[in-house]
Structure formats: C-alpha cells, structure tokens
C-alpha cells in the first residue's frame, strides 16, 4: 500500500511564501504521475499542480506564475513551493500519486491520497 504524508502547511500573510512536501513510501519513479490538489470550504476538490514520471508540469491557471511543483526522486518526495499567496489559495491542500499500468499483461488505473495539510492565507 503507497503512503503519502504532506508537510510544510500553516498560517502565512498574503504575499507569504510556503512549501508544502509530500513524501512517499516507495520510489515515485514508479507512477504516472504526482500533484496537488485542494480543497477549500464548500467547494470541490481541484487540481493545482502535477509532474509525470518523465517530468512534464502542469498548473492550474489560478496558480501559473505562483507555485511550482518539483520532485526529489532520491528522496522519494514531491515539493509545491507557493509564493506570493493569495487568500483564495487557503484551502486543505492533498498530494497525489497516480500509478497506472497499460500493458500487454496488466492495467490498472490508481490514484493515492495523502491524508492533508492546511494552508491557510491571511490578509
């Protein structure tokens, strides 16, 4: 079973800067892909960031030019460094592995969840 466990959430100003971690049990060279999602108050869960296995970015528009999403395969963590924070960016902040396998003797399409850090943004 593939844990995931986010850190780095907290209380910041707007304008602030945080960096949200998540570490993995296993090697993340082996899914698909990783990202962050949020979750605010009353509103849906939506994606904010995600890198493939082979290193491809993508963002929410909400959040271009803010946040970056990177990766330390050696330490089998996935990083978003967030800056210049909004109030409209607060929400339960959730980190994601996707593992899929698509082959001649397997598929499966899995998603795993971290449990949440709060990210909260004051103005």
């Known amino acids: 079973q593939v844990q995931l466990v986010e850190s780095g959430g907290g209380l910041v100003q707007a304008g602030g800067s945080l960096r949200l971690s998540c570490a993995a049990s296993?090697?993340?060279?082996?899914?698909?892909?990783m990202g962050w999602y949020r979750q605010a108050p009353g509103k849906q869960r939506e994606l904010v960031a995600s890198?493939?296995?082979?290193?491809?970015?993508n963002y929410a528009d909400s959040v271009k030019g803010r946040f970056a999403i990177s990766r330390d395969n050696a330490k089998n963590t996935v990083y978003l460094q967030m800056n210049s924070l909004k109030p409209e960016d607060t929400a339960a902040y959730y980190c994601?592995?996707?593992?899929?396998?698509?082959?001649?003797?397997?598929?499966?399409?899995?998603?795993?969840w971290g449990k949440g850090t709060l990210v909260t943004v004051s103005s």
């Open positions: 994601n592995a996707n593992d899929v396998s698509h082959s001649l003797v397997s598929y499966y399409n899995r998603d795993y």
């Open positions: 296993e090697s993340i060279v082996s899914f698909n892909a």
């Open positions: 890198i493939t296995s082979g290193g491809s970015t």
